[in-house]
């Protein structure tokens, strides 16, 4: 075996290809045998770790793109330009692979256009979300691929899809709105079966505002990994702006997340639900809000005030968690809590594993852009890149 094949076969890229060849057999299984032969969905629980996590999580946690080309486009904060790149690509994959995550819990994939052309349902949440979803992964394309045109030398395409920036931003932030909002109107239907904790006449709101904190710590997040992972595909200009971005978005979302957990508590007031803090689902919801809204909001407010870097990163980690933690909650803890343990949803091994084969696709494609493509670095021969 050569050198270059030795750095190749490292722990992480083996581990990575177990997984992938995991994924593979297990994808064979559901779509050839069924989706009975995987999961532990049935007619009472019919949405399981694939929504809860694969699409709730993983269209909020994309929620970067729109939050930060706004932030530079719409609102002037040029200092983010070197974000931008990042943000578009992650929310790209995030989005392109929750709509790949989507057709094993529906299945049929050839079918997934029929909403669209075929059968409208115009008057459906759902036909909203998919319509929003669809148009939103063609905005986030057509904003990434000024990347893929520098790496393939297509000037003139490039230029053009440059000039359609400021149009794209401002379309990718109203279909962003709808959406996220959409999926948290999606539970309104179903008020008997989401806890009186979690279910409100303003789980829109609440999942629009949440998606933004999502976004912000998203950034930051995912800027931490790539300076550790891939720190040599940046240049001088991503190096310098990296602490102003982790600090500015740092301020946005601890402001985001005090406004959102005093929204929580006036909804809790106003319908009256102060009672069943006394329960078990209450201590669920008190960890959640305490430990996962609060708690990250303080962390970052000290960590820009102090300007400590490491309590910003340690902060978007909780912030992070706490989507997953929320879209548990609202999709699968909180849901149906009326029933017996017996009847209740837990995710088998199978579908565990095919939501951890969708995860590793995308850090894999992520992988393969930024270490080719101009997303970490502008390319010598385009410097009004971003």
């Known amino acids: 075996m050569s050198n270059e094949q030795k750095k190749f076969w490292h722990a992480g890229n083996i581990i990575t290809a177990i997984i992938l060849a995991g994924g593979l057999v297990l ?23 694939w929504i809860g996590f694969d699409l709730m999580c993983g269209v909020a946690l994309a929620a970067g793109g729109y939050v930060t080309s706004a932030s530079c486009y719409l609102f002037g904060m040029k200092h983010y330009h070197s974000a931008v790149r990042p943000a ?30 075929y059968s409208q349902g115009t008057t459906s949440l759902l036909f909203e979300v998919g319509l929003c979803v669809s148009l939103y992964v063609s905005v986030l394309f057509i904003e990434w691929s000024p990347a893929a045109f520098e790496w393939l030398g297509m000037r003139k395409l490039r230029n053009f899809v ?46 629009f505002f949440s998606s933004m904190v999502a976004g912000t710590s998203m950034v930051i997040f995912e800027g931490t990994l790539a300076h550790k992972g891939l720190h040599r595909m940046m240049d001088e200009t991503h190096l310098k702006e990296a602490n102003g ?48 809204v609060l708690l990250p909001s303080l962390l970052y407010a000290i960590g820009v005030r102090e300007k400590n870097l490491k309590m910003v990163r340690i902060a978007s980690v909780f912030g992070v968690l706490g989507i997953v933690v929320n879209r548990f909650n609202v999709s699968m803890v909180a849901y149906n809590w009326q029933l017996p343990a017996a009847e209740r949803y837990f995710p088998s091994l ?32 385009y410097k009004d890149a971003h």
């Open 88 to 117: 578009i690509t992650t929310a790209f994959l995030g989005y392109f692979f929750v709509v790949v995550a989507l057709l094993y819990d529906l299945g049929h994939p050839w079918r997934l256009p029929y909403p669209l052309v």
């Open 245 to 292: 971005v982790a600090f500015g978005f740092a301020k946005a979302a601890s402001f985001i997340l005090l406004g959102y957990f005093f929204i929580k508590v006036f909804d809790i007031t106003m319908d009256n639900d102060w009672k069943y803090l006394a329960t078990g689902y209450g201590a669920i919801f008190l960890v959640e809000m305490f430990g996962f």
């Open 162 to 207: 440059v000039k359609l920036t400021l149009p794209l931003t401002i379309m990718g932030v109203v279909l962003s709105t709808m959406h996220q909002s959409s999926l948290g109107a999606l539970f309104l239907i179903a008020p008997g079966k989401v806890h009186p904790l979690w279910y409100s006449s303003f789980m829109p709101v609440f999942f």
């Open 350 to 381: 199978m579908e565990i594993g095919i939501s951890i084969f969708v995860v590793t696709l995308i850090i894999t494609t992520y992988r393969f852009i930024t270490t080719r493509m101009p997303v970490l670095f502008e390319h010598p021969e």
């Open 27 to 49: 994808t064979f299984l559901r779509f050839y045998k069924g989706i009975g032969a995987v999961s532990n969905l049935d007619d009472n629980n019919p949405w399981g770790i």
